[in-house]
């Protein structure tokens, strides 16, 4: 079987410009590109695409149907521009035993996960990934 990696998102919205703008402002990409109608942010290695379609509404209807996680160097800066741009959480950044989660709300509904691991944390998960592959 060939493998296969998850390089992409597709997320739609009835209002693309302001999604894109909420994204770019609140979690600095490293790269930010208009692709024919797509706005296109490169987060690492990963490509988030904005676009519109016509069979969706304006806000999520299930938005923890899908949540994007975010990886990020210092939780609690982003979560200081994302307070300063007036984001809505659903659970405010909390440490967790040295790392950080919370789960900001996008203007369209979607949830977005902002993440930071502890170093002990990431070695510890990488630590336990080793064992499995044994």
């Known amino acids: ?40 942010l490169k987060f690492g290695e990963f490509y988030l695409m904005i676009d519109t379609r016509a069979d969706i509404t304006d806000k999520n209807p299930e938005p923890g149907r899908m949540i994007l996680n975010f990886d990020v160097d210092d939780a609690r800066a982003v979560a200081a521009r994302l307070n300063s741009m007036g984001a809505a959480w659903l659970s405010e950044l909390e440490d967790r035993d040295g790392s950080y ?22 070695a510890a998960m990488e630590q336990q990934q080793a064992t499995a592959k044994e």
């Open 101 to 122: 989660f919370g789960t900001a709300i996008d203007p369209d509904g979607n949830y977005v996960q902002i993440i930071q691991i502890s170093e002990e944390h990431r």
């Open 1 to 40: 079987m060939a493998n296969s990696s998850l390089g992409s998102m597709l997320l739609s919205s009835t209002d693309p410009k302001r999604l894109h703008t909420w994204y770019a402002a609140a979690l600095a990409p490293n790269d930010d590109a208009q692709l024919d109608t797509y706005r296109v």
